[in-house]
């Protein structure tokens, strides 16, 4: 940690509602230390240096998000180059929160029938309600936007294979 700055105070966002809500409020504050390093502006996504300790920050909109402040806050994402970042930026905890949030109402009591996935090659089974098995189904609910697309540059603590259904 670098000297003076408040880095390493700031804990990796939990997939929770009220971290990222408290993020956002943080975040007015713990921005003026910060650097933008992407070299653009009024992005959807911005990059963000800590010139003290060299920690880089991701600056997102949580779109829709139930706040009084503007909706961006930023969270810690590991060593990148601008260049990189640039062509794919990370994934976003609120996006994530919103996936598993999808997920967890589509898939509320559902179970597999006795007939195959309607998609070419899938060898699962269709799940009630749907031609699909589960991975098939939320990819078609994702295509209709009715559930969160994920797209970004995974990084810990988030696992992409928790986001994958079976
Ligand atoms: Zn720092
Ligand atoms: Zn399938």
Do not use: N
């Not at 390493?8 to 409020?25: F, G, M, N, P, V």
């Not at 799940?127 to 295509?143: A, G, M, N, Y």
Request: aromatic letters at 10%.
């Amino acid at each position: 940690m670098g000297k003076g700055c408040s880095c390493a105070s700031y804990k990796d966002l939990e997939l929770l509602r009220d971290d990222i809500t408290t993020r956002i409020k943080q975040t007015k504050k713990l921005r003026p230390s910060l650097q933008r390093i992407d070299g653009a502006e009024g992005k959807r996504d911005a990059l963000y240096k800590c010139e003290s300790c060299g920690q880089l920050w991701q600056d997102s909109i949580a779109w829709g998000w139930d706040t009084e402040d503007d909706a961006r806050y930023l969270f810690r994402v590991p060593t990148v180059s601008v260049g990189e970042w640039i062509r794919l930026p990370f994934v976003r905890p609120h996006e994530l929160l919103a996936f598993a949030a999808a997920v967890e109402r589509v898939t509320e009591g559902m179970t597999e029938k006795d007939e195959p996935c309607q998609t070419i090659g899938c060898t699962r089974r269709a799940v009630t309600h749907s031609v699909f098995c589960l991975r098939h189904h939320i990819e078609s609910l994702q295509k209709i936007r009715s559930v969160q697309l994920l797209s970004g540059r995974w990084f810990p603590p988030y696992d992409q294979s928790g986001f994958a259904p079976p």
